[in-house]
């Protein structure tokens, strides 16, 4: 995945866990708390997925190089 893949992947979580926490927080009566902790989810779980995706493009680079190396 390039790297504007994983950043727009990071946009779209925090995005949309603020938004279910604001949705979430305006039907429970406390709208801030609500978008807040969305948001704060959004983030870990985006960068969750992005740091997977770097060490799983690592490791195949990894791969390719002593496959490469051994090929020699």
């Known amino acids: ?23 979430v927080g305006g039907h429970l009566g406390n709208a801030p708390i609500g ?14 997925n992005l740091i997977r995706s770097s060490l799983r493009t690592i490791e195949q680079q990894e791969q390719d190089q002593s496959g490469s190396l051994r090929d020699e």
């Open 1 to 23: 995945m390039s790297l504007a893949g994983q950043g727009f992947e990071l946009t779209a979580a925090v995005i949309g866990f603020g938004l279910v926490g604001y949705w």
């Open 35 to 48: 978008l807040v902790v969305g948001a704060l989810l959004g983030i870990f779980g985006g960068l969750y």
